[in-house]
């Protein structure tokens, strides 16, 4: 048991309600903003579902991130935050601004909440997203030192992710006055569903296979990290002294096209795999490369498999 109160934004989310979870296991109060107190019920039951019993350390508020309201109070007594929210659709918007405009303002507004309250560590969620759309991927290695370029035509997710990372580090430069930052890019985020919180990843790349309305793989290559080291390295980046002002890829070795995560399905798991379409494998040219050995050298963060990732995946949605 320790005193520090840590704020998790998005409490309803697969990375936050995980990250709730794990920072209530290690005996951290924690305070979680939520769009609506309606929304409170949900993550009890997810988080009965994780195995807590005891909610005497958990305090909900409501708080938007296109809003000021409820700011202040959610950051009353806190150590650290963890920006966990941020818009994710499932098809891409019409106007991009719907996706930037949060996700950009809704960082600056936690970082300005966060400086105010003399916090002393934000940890960002951004996505690889914001790493490793603007460079041609032959022949390259990406790492935490590879950004995105905003200026050329993107879809309105990547785009709005890396808008509101570098706004992030923007305002800890100019006015961030002794609040650190750190920042998790993660791939495709997948592992076990508790309650019923769920993502739109593992919507679209395990229960889109498992069913069969995904029937093509696309010239396209995801990473792969588990939920569960997702909110690990969350945890290790708040408290580890060499983190602040660093960014770190979260992603398990390899990554993985549609036709694979089919074929690991219906290897591993062909009880579940009998709707699975049949799928043309992905050329080898749209594999990328991608790093996860700053986080394991900086942090000591041990990922789980990809594989592993996914089959906890199907595992849950069969529970």
């Given at each position: 048991?320790?005193?520090?109160?840590?704020?998790?934004?998005?409490?309803?989310?697969?990375?936050?309600?995980?990250?709730?979870?794990?920072?209530?296991?290690k005996g951290f109060s924690v305070n979680t903003t939520i769009r609506s107190l309606a929304k409170k019920e949900s993550i009890i039951v997810a988080l009965k579902d994780g195995g807590i019993d005891d909610f005497s350390r958990l305090s909900f508020y409501e708080a938007d991130l296109t809003n000021d309201a409820g700011w202040t109070e959610a950051m009353t007594g806190v150590s650290y935050v963890l920006h966990v929210a941020s818009p994710f659709p499932a098809q891409n918007p019409t106007d991009e601004n719907e996706l930037i405009i949060p996700a950009r303002d809704g960082a600056l507004r936690v970082l300005k909440a966060a400086k105010n309250a003399s916090v002393k560590r934000v940890v960002l969620t951004s996505s690889f997203a914001a790493v490793g759309y603007s460079i041609n991927p032959k022949d390259h290695i990406f790492t935490e030192d590879d950004w995105t370029d905003a200026n050329v035509p993107l879809p309105a997710y990547i785009k709005s992710k890396t808008l509101a990372e570098k706004a992030a580090w923007d305002f800890i430069e100019n006015e961030g006055k002794g609040l650190e930052l750190t920042v998790i890019n993660p791939v495709g985020i997948f592992g076990p569903v508790i309650g019923d919180i769920s993502s739109a990843s593992l919507d679209i790349a395990v229960k889109g296979i498992l069913n069969g309305t995904t029937t093509e793989s696309p010239n396209f290559t995801m990473g792969v990290v588990d939920v569960r080291d997702v909110a690990t390295i969350h945890i290790l980046a708040m408290e580890h002294p060499k983190a602040a002002g660093e960014r770190f890829i979260a992603s398990a070795d390899g990554v993985m096209s549609f036709y694979d995560v089919a074929e690991l399905f219906k290897k591993e798991r062909p009880e579940q795999a009998e709707n699975i379409?049949?799928?043309?494998?992905?050329?080898?040219?749209?594999?990328?490369?991608?790093?996860?050995?700053?986080?394991?050298?900086?942090?000591?963060?041990?990922?789980?498999?990809?594989?592993?990732?996914?089959?906890?995946?199907?595992?849950?949605?069969?529970k």
């Open positions: 048991m320790n005193n520090q109160i840590v704020l998790v934004t998005g409490g309803t989310g697969f990375v936050g309600i995980h990250c709730i979870l794990q920072l209530l296991q379409a049949t799928m043309q494998p992905t050329a080898q040219d749209f594999y990328i490369e991608m790093t996860n050995q700053k986080a394991k050298t900086v942090l000591g963060w041990q990922p789980k498999s990809k594989e592993e990732a996914l089959l906890a995946s199907v595992d849950s949605l069969k």
